[in-house]
């Protein structure tokens, strides 16, 4: 599928700031943008990427000026984030259904495997389990009772996918998972455009989850598809039950995160963190490698530095936090 800069600033009402007959074939985020893809930029954080994208067009606010060479065709529009949902939108319009109509053969009297996809030597699949069309299934592996594999997903060797574990279309799954019951890997990541009349609309989440080799994902426990490009959880990484990670996270190798913990949109967290049971991390920011973060504690700003040992909320060194609130209890009793 290919369209022109012309025809998606028709679309969206925009102005164009370059060569109008550049082609585009899918939308990217801007830091990954490619020859071929148009991205969008809207948060401040990412200005830099402006000026280094190899992405063929962007989508920018109608206000924005740059202050270097935007190497770039722009698209300006009233507002990039409510035109980027539009443009996903019809990028998936545009999109021929990969689904296989429903048609599925039987390999047992009491589960389901749909058209073209690959199941390796030895593997086990449990009772009323249903697994989608062009699926890559790896050897060794343990399916258990009830489990949903919807299209195009692949899963690696000696994985164990727990009764109830729901995997939405495009993942993919490295060898030697283990992702326990009810958890869901793949679902829309949180994105909605807040539009004039105070309503929202509803972003389309066209990425997937990428989970790498040795992985453990506890109970309950939701990744979200990507807005654009991938969510990704690197090799090695346990989460516990009932996290939650959303679109576009990254979560780095051998992190452990307890229960309840969770990562807002775009945030990258570095590797061998240790986060205790109900921490967080705000959107679009980055963790250090080795952070060791406290149970019940909210990281609300980029840490830089790696081997901290980070407490509260807003979490700060540990030793400088119980100081503070030492300070507060004397102060409180004070007033009393």
């Not at 190899?54 to 529009?77: D, E, H």
Request: aromatic share 8%; with cysteine.
């Amino acid at each position: 599928m290919e369209i022109t800069v012309r025809e998606i600033a028709q679309k969206l009402n925009g102005e164009i700031v370059g060569d109008p007959d550049v082609r585009i074939t899918s939308p990217a985020r801007i830091e990954y943008g490619k020859p071929g893809n148009i991205c969008f930029f809207a948060n401040p954080k990412y200005e830099q990427y402006v000026y280094t994208t190899k992405a063929s067009a962007i989508l920018v606010n109608r206000s924005f000026v740059p202050a270097q060479p935007v190497p770039a065709t722009m698209i300006k529009v009233d507002d990039a984030y409510q035109a980027v949902a539009s443009l996903l939108e019809w990028f998936q319009s545009m999109k021929k259904s990969r689904r296989s109509g429903g048609l599925f053969r039987r390999l047992f009297p009491r589960y389901r495997v749909g058209r073209g996809t690959s199941i390796g030597k030895d593997t086990w699949i449990g009772d009323y389990t249903t697994i989608g069309s062009g699926c890559r299934i790896g050897a060794g592996c343990t399916i258990h009772p009830n489990v949903s594999i919807a299209d195009n997903v692949t899963i690696g060797d000696n994985t164990v996918l727990y009764a109830g574990a729901r995997i939405y279309s495009d993942s993919v799954i490295g060898s030697r998972c283990i992702l326990h019951s009810n958890c869901v890997i793949g679902s829309d990541g949180f994105g909605f455009a807040p539009q004039d009349d105070g309503s929202y609309k509803k972003i389309p989440q066209t990425g997937n989850v990428v989970i790498e080799d040795d992985v453990e994902i506890g109970a309950g426990t939701a990744v979200d598809r990507a807005t654009m490009g991938s969510t990704i959880i690197h090799t090695g990484v346990k989460l516990d039950n009932l996290c939650q990670i959303a679109h576009n996270v990254e979560v780095g190798a051998h992190t452990v995160m307890a229960a309840e913990s969770g990562a807002a949109g775009s945030a990258k967290i570095g590797e061998y963190c240790t986060f205790g049971g109900k921490t967080m991390v705000v959107g679009h920011i980055s963790v250090a490698d080795h952070t060791t973060l406290a149970a019940d504690s909210v990281i609300t700003k980029t840490i830089r530095k790696s081997g901290q040992t980070l407490m509260g909320y807003p979490a700060m060194d540990a030793d400088l936090y119980k100081k503070a609130l030492i300070r507060f209890r004397q102060s409180a009793q004070e007033e009393e």
